[in-house]
């Protein structure tokens, strides 16, 4: 018989209520169900505690064990994912944003017989806009080591990950002090001791919503990728530096610094001509045409089409599962009143 690794679902969340219920619900239908769901609420004021109370019976039911701690204050979403690692059992922590919806395989994808349970596994992954429309589709064609990160976040975001656990407090977890860009340190960190996997399927669908997020904040990003470029790739050679330089120009120029934005694409440019040998060099109009909208691959229409209608299909099923809860609380109060080992402060 197959032995099934225990992993424990790390999700933090601030004032995400209806959004936590879909993640949650994503997170207890895996095909291969975790052994364990961590919710750190960031002292959210919408009431999240109370779609907890009506998740708590359902997610107790299957099997798995349902752990809500809500903060006294407001730490931050890395302070809240390093307290869900302390809180875990499992020797596997898979991540999960408040925001984001797993594909039902998602853990039996990446979890196979086969997998080293010793690295970090990670997957491609969909963004989708509130009419489940793919709006790009991330993945990683090349290898991904420890030169390689330190150059560019090849992995993506952390909703994708797997991690050991053991390894996470080996690394001392997230930096709390960084505004942005944790995911790509940890990522860093956890590849000096550990090899990457890649499992080439969409099985992380997030958002692009006007909710706040670290990553909108554009600023911040600037500040991080300066303080990670000054940590890790200082030593780099010039050509493995283009993903410093397309980033950090590229936020500029949406905090409307154009001509500081100019100096860094101008040297991206340079570096990948360094890189691929002589080309010719999109001009900076036609670069700011290609990058507001960019067209999906043509090689990758049908997966595309083929992850929207699987991803509608599970929002929808997730909907009428959430509308069957509610009418189970109305009809029964007490099962939406949270037990105490659910709850912890």
Known sequence: METVPAVAVVIPTYNRRSLLARAVISAAWQTRPP?????????????TNEIIAQLHPHIIKAGINLIYYRQAGRFGANAARNLGISLATAPLI?????????????????LHPSADLNGLHFSDRIKVDQDFRVISYGLTRDSV????I??????????????PRLLLKEIHGFDENLKACQDWDIYIRALWHTKAYRTPHPLVAYFDTNIPRISNNFRSRIIAHSQIKRRYANNLPPVNKSGYYLNVGSDLERLGRR?????FLLQYYINEKKLYGPQKILSLAHYWRRNRKKPIHTNL???VRQAEIYYQYLYQK???????????IVSDPKK????EDCSQS
């Not at 080591?145 to 390689?148: N, Q, V």
């Not at 939406?336 to 037990?339: E, K, Y």
């Open 35 to 47: 052994s364990e769901i961590i919710i750190v609420d960031d002292a959210s004021t919408d009431g």
């Open 94 to 110: 898979a991540f999960l944003d408040s925001d984001d919806l797993w594909h039902e395989h998602k853990l039996e994808f990446q």
């Open 145 to 148: 080591g420890e030169d390689t």
């Open 150 to 163: 330190r150059s560019k976040n090849k992995i993506g975001p952390l909703s994708s990950v797997i991690l």
């Open 259 to 263: 001509r500081l934005s100019r100096k």
């Open 301 to 303: 229409q049908v997966p």
């Open 318 to 328: 997730i909907s009428r599962e959430l509308d069957t809860m509610a009418a189970l």
């Open 336 to 339: 939406g009143s949270i037990s």
